[in-house]
């Protein structure tokens, strides 16, 4: 069985119309993880032991959760009861957490079966998963070429069929970034959506908690299960009402407003970049949707102030290793990590927090002040993940402002606190995936699904054939 | 990679505050990139905020409190102490802080 060309609605299928076992399918990733990980490296710690004697507790079980069967992968920055968590890091080594986020145990109560832990940047600082602790994950369609950062091994197992979703994080673009390098769907829900409990802090005023899948009908599927209050994240919006994420999905886009915001395309793109996103537009167009030209005019200043306040937080954080508890001490931070947390710890000291901190926090406020008034204008905007398409390992790991800039276009999402859907729109000259990503309004996830699933139809990109 | 013009971060000074140990190779690799960085978040200066509120959260949320009374999600003694081998009468052991003069 070809695990990279299955979705969770087809394995669910499956299973109604007894095609196949659970048994059978958990083997058939598991069978793949072991052919391709050794190469690819998305997973840091492979659980196969209890995939399989929870696939053989639901074999010949009726079908309940909406997630039933389904194999996945975990970010390692998800705590897990029992199973080694390491955030990437020699820090964490060998942490055996003695509870499990929220998200986690949402989705194994929907059915969901975890086939592991997946590799990403130490502490979920990077761009091109080149600062893990445990190696590089490659990019499944290019071996030389980088998938994307931070959740490095959550697309690249998405992409190369080690799991049929994966959960991530994203603080700066950490799941859009690398679902655009892989072919990949990358949902960065709103802030407040879903429960961070159980999930290693980076920067709290930013992070958010989403997931990898193969199409936009299954990443609405897992929000429905993740979503909503548990009563341990007091930044959650509190309502119990239980929404339905594939409701608008079918739905079609005539007339839509989509904006696309100047300042994102006028200049450092790349010509395929570029090309990618016209073409898109003009499917957009074709589906009945209205393109918009919208300002959005303090992009310029996003990476000032996300590096400001995204890296004060991190060094609060990360304060907390100090290997008493659990652990190694700080000597065995990384060196982004490092660079992070003396970067964080200047800006935030005596005589410098009104110069950066407060300033970035005010800078924050117009830029929010930005979306907030071209969503009166439009109902989504639409913009490239990345200026560029993946990039060669080692091309930009010495020069640490260089890389940042590679997140100009995701941070903003984060600073504003709106969700981010990345979605497949095309590939390269030398055939390596690029992406666009929709923004909405807060809470707005459904009808970036709808947007989402509507261009996915017409483009079908995850159909895509990729040769391992 | 670029050499940084103006020196902006003490960084003798920042390691002890963030309590970390650089060698003095990383100092210097660490001197160039954040001020590299620091120069470039330099351009905030350009833009006007006198007027303007700072926002430390997005979603408008305030107050957010419950009930003071026990969780069941609370780790037992034994759970809290599994992922350290430095411990004593079931406690954490920690370097001391305060000398005794």
Known sequence: ?????????????GYK??????????????????????????????????????????????????????????KDMFLTKGVKTTAASNVLRDYIPEYSATAVTRIEEAGGISLGKLNHDAWAHGSSGENSDFGNTLNPWNKDYVPGGSSSGSGTAVAAG????????????????PASFTNTVGLKPTYGLVSRYGVIAMASSLDTIGHFTRTVQDSAKILSVTAGPDGMDSTLRQSSEKVNYESLIGKDIKGLKIGVPMEYVAEGLSNDVK??????????????????????????????????????EVSSNLARYDGIRYGSDRSHFGKEAKRRIMLGTYTLSSGYYDAYYKKAMQVRTLLKEDFDKAFEKVDVLVSPVSPTQPWKFGEKISDPLAMYLSDALTVTVNLAGIPGLSVPAGFSANNLPIGIQFMGPHFSEELLFQV???????????ERTLNL | MRKASITYIDTHHTAKLANLTLTDAEHEEMQNQLDDVIGYIKKLNTVETSDIEPTAQ???????????????????????????DKKHNGLFVVDKLVDTQ
Not at chain 1, 452 to 460: D, I, L, P, R, V
Request: aromatic share 6%; charged share 25%; with cysteine.
């Open chain 2, 58 to 84: 997005v979603t408008g949320l305030k107050n957010v409190t419950r009930e003071d009374t026990a969780m069941d999600a609370c780790l037992t003694q034994d759970e809290a102490l599994s992922g350290t």
């Open chain 1, 17 to 74: 119309e007894n095609k196949f076992s659970v048994s059978d399918i958990v083997s058939s990733y598991l069978d793949r993880i072991e052919k391709l990980n050794s190469t690819l490296n998305a997973y840091i710690t492979i659980d196969k032991e209890n995939a399989l004697k929870k696939a053989k507790e639901l074999d010949g079980q009726e079908v309940k959760g909406s997630l039933h069967g389904v194999p996945f992968g975990i």
């Open chain 1, 275 to 312: 090309e990618t996103f016209e073409k898109s537009l003009e499917v957009l167009e074709g589906l009945g949707a209205k393109i918009v030209e919208v300002s959005l005019p303090h992009t310029e200043e996003g990476i000032a102030v996300y590096y400001v306040l995204m890296s004060s």
């Open chain 1, 1 to 13: 069985m070809d695990t990279s060309k299955l979705t969770i609605t087809d394995i669910i299928n």
């Open chain 1, 162 to 177: 080690l799991g049929a979703f994966a959960t991530g994080t994203d603080t700066g673009g950490s799941i859009r970034l």
């Open chain 1, 452 to 462: 989402g699933h509507a261009f996915e139809s017409e483009t079908k990109h995850y």
